[in-house]
Structure formats: C-alpha cells, structure tokens
C-alpha cells in the first residue's frame, strides 16, 4: 500500500520480526509526512502522532464542514478493551471542529466477518455507524483508518517471538498515498457492501 520498504528483510530466520531495527530506520528517514506507528492506533503515543498529521493535513474546508472516519478494526477480542478508542474519536473530532469551526466527524466501525456481531455491538455507544464486513475482503490481521479523506493509518499484527504479537504500521498524510490506500483496500465498497449493525437501516 504505501510502496515502501521491503519488510521482509526485518524478518529474522525464525520467522520474528526485528522491531528495534525496523523503528529505528523509519525514525531515521522519516519524511515527515508518514510516521510509524509501533501498538494499536489507538494508543496515546500513536493517538497523539495521528492527531498532529490531521492538524497538518490537507483538509478540505470548501465543503459542508461534515467528514467520515472510516475504522477496520482487526480480528479477536482483545481491540478496545479500554477506553483509549473513545478518546481517539474525540482527540479526531476536536481537530476537526477547530480547523472548520465547528465541522463534525462521523464514525464508522468495520468489523470482520470473523468477529461475534455481539462483540461489535459493545462499540455501538462509541461510533455512529458499525457494519460487518463481507466474508474474506480483509486479512483479519489489519488494521485500518481513514480520517476525513486525507490521513491514512494502516497497521499489521507481526511476532515478536512465538508467544508476543505487537501492530506496527505507519500513518500518512501523503495526499498521493492516502488516495492509494483508499483505492486498494476498498474500504468504502466494505461500508457499501457490508452488513449494517447498527443503527438499524430506515424500514
């Protein structure tokens, strides 16, 4: 997605990831526009990171002042177990009342066909739209955020070792980037396509 690096020369022999070497190169080259991201997105460091490159960002005002934030959360039960989700949405909505004085920012949860709708449906009071995913459109390892049409946020489940699994990824403001993340992951086709959770669709 991003035609960067090739990950696979941080893969060690038996199969972990070297995620010292990795983070340190991508600090050492940062081009300022992409930053990486080592945890879920959510997380404050990276909360704060995606925060600051919405604010930077090329955020179209000319509009009606109402954007999206699209979110593929991945697979498992353990994703937003805290209230660190919440408090992203919020830290993302604030940015974008203060660029556009007073724009919104709706949220959508896509969830993976592999997910308990059950377990989705704890997220109902957190975002404003949850749909389930088509069977097999995504790894259920990914992750994936797309604020407002012009950052992007893309993470993956890699081993530490055989017992330790940590998201890495990277979040970008690249205009020419974020416009290829959305094309290539069909995130908006997933919303289209998918099943609606929540709230229930007008009868």
Not at 69 to 94: F, K, N, Q, Y
Request: proline share 5%.
């Amino acid at each position: 997605m991003f035609n960067h690096h090739d990950w696979s020369r941080w893969l060690r022999t038996e199969g972990t990831f070297d995620l010292a070497g990795w983070y340190q190169e991508e600090m050492d080259n940062n081009p300022g526009q992409t930053v990486p991201l080592v945890g879920y997105p959510y997380v404050e460091r990276n909360r704060r990171a995606v925060a600051d490159l919405l604010v930077d960002a090329a955020l179209d005002v000319s509009g009606d002042h109402r954007w999206q934030i699209w979110w593929l959360r991945p697979g498992g039960s353990l994703w937003g177990a805290t209230e660190d989700v919440p408090a992203t949405l919020e830290a993302l909505r604030g940015v974008i009342r203060s660029r556009s004085k007073g724009g919104t920012l709706s949220s959508v949860l896509v969830s993976p066909a592999s997910t308990a709708d059950q377990l989705s449906q704890k997220f109902s009071r957190v975002f404003d739209m949850g749909v389930r995913a088509p069977v097999k459109k995504m790894p259920t390892a990914l992750e994936l955020v797309l604020i407002a049409d012009c950052v992007a946020v893309v993470s993956m489940m890699v081993a530490l070792s055989d017992s330790v699994s940590v998201p890495i990824g990277y979040a970008t403001m690249d205009h020419t980037l974020v416009r290829r993340i959305a094309e290539l992951t069909g995130l908006g086709e997933l919303v289209r396509e998918g099943t609606r959770l929540w709230p229930q669709a007008n009868r």
